[in-house]
């Protein structure tokens, strides 16, 4: 089992940067594929990026490819998502997400494990 907590989030200019990271307890740290989600007010949580457990392997939703670079250090307990060129349509509570599979997956259904949420808002 594994922990998630997210952190990172805040208020930035469009066309600015944040990074957001996620950091998890638990010594199998290693074996989950994780991904981040988000969910804007009024809309269903959505499919952001996902990291394989090694890090070699990783997926982007087509609204984001680009911009967001998904990275992780196992050795650290640790997965970010670094994020440019922010625009407000990017803003939403974001999550991160564990699965205990080995292959990427975009779907809410595939991850058993999740963390609080940090919100990211991005002004016009």
């Known amino acids: 089992q594994v922990q998630l907590v997210e952190s990172g989030g805040g208020l930035v200019q469009a066309g600015g940067s944040l990074r957001l990271s996620c950091a998890a307890s638990?010594?199998?740290?290693?074996?989950?594929?994780l991904g981040w989600f988000r969910q804007a007010p009024g809309k269903e949580r959505e499919f952001v990026a996902s990291?394989?457990?090694?890090?070699?392997?990783?997926s982007y939703a087509d609204s984001v490819k680009g911009r967001f670079t998904i990275s992780r250090d196992n050795a650290k307990n640790t997965m970010d998502l670094q994020m440019n060129s922010l625009k407000p349509e990017d803003t939403a509570v974001y999550y991160c997400?564990?699965?205990?599979?080995?292959?990427?997956?975009?779907?809410?259904?595939?991850?058993?494990?999740w963390g609080q949420g940090t919100q990211v808002t991005v002004s016009s």
């Open positions: 638990g010594r199998t740290f290693s074996s989950y594929v």
């Open positions: 990291i394989s457990r090694s890090g070699i392997n990783r």
């Open positions: 997400a564990g699965r205990s599979a080995s292959v990427l997956a975009s779907s809410v259904q595939a991850y058993d494990y």
